[in-house]
């Protein structure tokens, strides 16, 4: 079980908590939404909780917790630029569907 970063998505990420002045990690999570059924949740961690399970990943510490966990684990974050745009992108092997705008998926 685990969930990783790709080196692009863990240098954005420890340079974005340098420039924040704090920060332990980043936190993946699911949340019931979107057209499909779930979303992601992607935040920054401050403090860690008693429900936190953690991986390390290319220098960058990633919190989930046990619900969110069974839908992403093998899943890779990479970040990555694509002319204009650039953002983090989710590599979910445990993804059946995905809506057309890409904001939601089910498994």
Known sequence: MAITLSASAA????????????????RLGV????CSGMAYKLEF???????????????????????????LDGTELDYTKEGLNEGFKFNNPNVKNE????????V
């Open 45 to 71: 961690v401050d403090a860690a909780t008693d429900d936190d399970i953690t991986f390390e990943s290319n220098g960058v510490t990633v919190f989930t917790d046990a619900k969110s966990l069974a839908y």
């Open 11 to 26: 240098n954005h990420v420890s340079q974005f908590i340098a420039k924040r002045g704090k920060g332990l990690g980043i």
């Open 99 to 106: 809506c057309g705008c890409g904001e939601s998926f089910n």
């Open 31 to 34: 949340k019931t939404s979107g």
